[in-house]
């Protein structure tokens, strides 16, 4: 099962003639999200070739208008484009009235429902969970109530391996309680150990997104071990005095969450438009945490192993 | 004076990855108007090389998003930018409620003054003027409430011909009086006819904007003569009736009202996304009036002489 996120966004508030400012899609197993809409995310979808209508979800980080001022369009868009199944947003109060209002003013003949879930952002809570994938809310420490994402790939179920139900006869009984994780007794009274019967086809993955935020150590914490973070890295070291100012991380705050939260790889994103390129803005993570990378527009990133 | 036209977007509603929705700016010798923001303007301009700062007004012709849901991004990122005077703002009613929405819920710090001047889209009516420029509203046939715009330069002053002052020794009070159109009496009892002594630096031009609208023969009366004029052709023919009822030009529409207007040229947009290529369009059009061009995205277009 593919696991990737793609980025269609890696600028920060000011419009900059050549990036876009903050939206991704994650993908796993074809199913889409969202993270972040800011202005002009659809267009942005559609040049990488990605559906909009195949969008499961929206997860909005914050509500400032360079993160979810293009959701309002993409809206109306998936209404000309004949979405009749709901649509999921999850974002910070008061997206709601938010949403109210574009219903009144722009929306008055949307041809499906737009559900609004309330991010508690002091939270680490479950927003969302199918069969596959839960989706967990990150407190972060920004100068509006901000929220982080955490999508954790659930754990899948025990397999069987083939040639063993052939060794031991296994029946269909004895399968089910090894899927289940039991020991399993033979007729011959002899005990088979669960471990010695079924693998796990996969281990579980997890992507982490963290922006807009100043360093938090409990944001780190509650991501520990995610294969792939993505951490806002606004400003160079040089500007610390300025980030901190702003509710923004620096290069060093970024690569020191992904070196607490021993993160398998960083990329980093949500550029000031001060730097006219990012190189050094990598190397600066480098610094404290080697895998380090940019997030580039355009570009899609594996999610541990695919 | 320099009197042109820029096209950021060209496209309808529907967004295509090459195209982006309706907004052009208009520049009267350095005076410069953005019209309509479809989403996605902010950054066209920049990509432009026309800095956002230097607009003194926006017009908009009807609150569908692809026309306005660019213009919210912009206002912040001029605050951002340190804009400090009023940006004034010509749209038809709820726009002062939307706007206030957009101060409540994304522009608390804005730190200049954002006016909203109402159009009453059933009236001919004079929006705004200075010393050189009119904006006229122009009633159109949408299906919300919608007006075009009429940019009329303000004839100039008589300018006296130089070597007629010193051919006929005029004084300061004589060159004053021609200016001001009279006939001048010599000492010698002769009557110099103004004619004679005065010229236009240049003749008055015009730039109409018509979208979004069905056919209005009464749209082309109100702009009639001008130099250049934009209307939308959101279809060909063979989409009429689809044209119709979404209250939309086609083509043929488009090039009716030209002629009608006695337009020197009109240029063509808004163009449908099922379009992939607009040369027909064009043509469609030129079976009517021939003086047609398609508006393109990044070109700009002179209004009369230059």
Known sequence: MGFTVTILGNSSAKPTPHAHPSAQVVNLDEQYYLIDAGEGVQRQLIRRG???LRLRAVFISHLHGDHCFGLFPLI????LEGKRTPLDIYAPAPMGEILDYHRKYFWD???YEVKWHEIRTTEHRLLMENSTLE???IPLRHRVPTAGFHFKEKQPGLNVEKFKIEKYGLSIAQIVAAKRGEDIRLESGEVIANSELTYRPYEARSYAY?????????????????????HEATYAMS???????RGHSTTHDAAKVALK?????LIIGHFSSRYKQHDQLREECRE???NTLLAEEGKTYCVGKQ
Chains 1, 2 share one sequence.
């Open 261 to 265: 939260a021993e993160a398998k790889q």
């Open 288 to 290: 404290i945490f080697e």
């Open 76 to 79: 109306a868009t998936l209404g």
């Open 109 to 111: 003949d949307l041809p």
């Open 210 to 230: 963290l922006s807009d935020t100043a360093y938090s150590a409990k944001a780190a914490s509650l991501v520990h071990g995610t294969d792939l973070l993505y």
């Open 50 to 52: 990605i559906n909009p």
């Open 239 to 245: 500007e610390e005095m300025l980030s901190r100012g």
């Open 135 to 137: 989706v967990w809310s």
